[in-house]
């Protein structure tokens, strides 16, 4: 069973940048971030293959980056220019999919990214 383990996230105010980090207890192809805001469904932020296909959700291209080192099966996602809606607690997840996208097979535990205005 893969364990995904998160860290990062918090307070920031508006415009501010925040990192996450995800590691996965063994190699997996997809890795990925999805949030879920109070009232809203879980979306989709960004998903990143082993060999580094990426996809976005449109609300975070140009802002958000991710990225992962294969070496440490850890996943990053660089959020800068945040938004009071970019508001939500953020999952870290993997899967086997040949895509980046619905790709969500396990969950890590979630962390809180709060965005003051």
């Known amino acids: 069973q893969v364990q995904l383990v998160e860290s990062g996230g918090g307070l920031v105010q508006a415009g501010g940048s925040l990192r996450l980090s995800c590691v996965a207890s063994?190699?997996?192809?997809?890795m990925g971030w999805y949030r879920q805001a109070p009232g809203k469904q879980r979306e989709l932020v960004a998903g990143i293959t082993s060999f580094g296909h990426t996809n976005y959700a449109d609300s975070v291209k140009g802002r958000f980056t991710i990225s992962r080192d294969n070496a440490k099966n850890t996943v990053y996602l660089q959020m800068n220019s945040l938004k009071p809606e970019d508001t939500a607690v953020y999952y870290c997840?993997?899967?086997?999919?040949?895509?980046?996208?619905?790709?969500?097979?396990?969950w890590g535990q979630g962390t809180q990214v709060t965005v003051s205005s």
């Open positions: 997840a993997a899967g086997r999919a040949a895509i980046p996208e619905d790709f969500a097979d396990v």
């Open positions: 063994v190699r997996i192809n997809v």
